[in-house]
């Protein structure tokens, strides 16, 4: 269900803008690493272990997916509460941390939550409509939230709720994170033994 309009006309804050453009880096870097793929090359995981690139691509959704109704919820909530502030913010070390970390090139792996395994294969149109999907989410999500008070409004981890991240930062980290594999899609792209078209 789409978040209504504001009642309140604000102009954009700088903070929605800088994520909206990496919103938009994010999206064309996918792009280009999908680019004129077949479905074996799609596929097709290399011997050491490694992900597919159908893999990369299907954890960033099966992610992307559980973490956007909880950003919802906590948007609805602040909006109710007109919970805002125009900026400049400033977010907690935990999120800064979480956010240098979950960049690429990977400094640290970390076991994906079984919550999180990717499915062992996936069709490229399936898989593209589903990352459309949850992107176009995260856009209207990230617009919806201009004029709230991203760093005072807190939104859950999707893998514990122990963890609480500043709004905004909840938005760059899920952006790290996807920059973090479709890096890891482009490796296994550019490895010699990757399959011929």
């Known amino acids: 269900m789409p978040i209504p309009p504001r009642e309140y006309d604000r102009t954009i804050n700088p903070e929605i ?3 909206l453009y990496q919103l938009q ?6 792009e280009g690493v999908l680019a004129g793929l ?15 690139v159908a893999q990369c691509l299907d954890h960033l959704n099966v992610t992307n997916a559980q973490f956007l109704p909880a950003l919802r919820s906590v ?3 602040g909006m109710a509460e007109k919970r805002l502030h125009d900026g400049p913010y400033a977010y907690g070390f935990v999120s800064r941390y ?3 970390m979950m960049g690429p090139p990977p400094k640290r792996k970390f076991k994906a939550p079984k919550k999180f395994q990717p499915a062992p294969r996936r069709s490229l149109p ?10 176009a989410e995260m856009e209207e999500l990230i617009r919806a939230s201009n004029g709230l008070d991203l760093a005072r409004i807190k939104a859950p981890s999707p893998v514990t709720s122990l963890i609480k ?3 905004g930062m909840a938005f760059w980290i899920m952006m790290a994170h996807d920059r973090r594999h479709i890096y890891q899609a482009r490796e ?5 033994a990757f399959p011929a078209g």
């Open 75 to 77: 948007i609805e909530k």
């Open 17 to 19: 803008e800088r994520l």
């Open 98 to 100: 979480l956010y240098r």
């Open 38 to 52: 077949a479905d074996n090359q799609f596929n097709w995981a290399p011997p050491d272990g490694r992900w597919s």
């Open 165 to 167: 991240y500043n709004l």
């Open 188 to 192: 296994v792209r550019n490895l010699p």
């Open 126 to 135: 399936e898989a593209l409509a589903e990352w459309s999907r949850t992107h």
């Open 25 to 30: 880096v994010v999206r064309e870097d996918a």
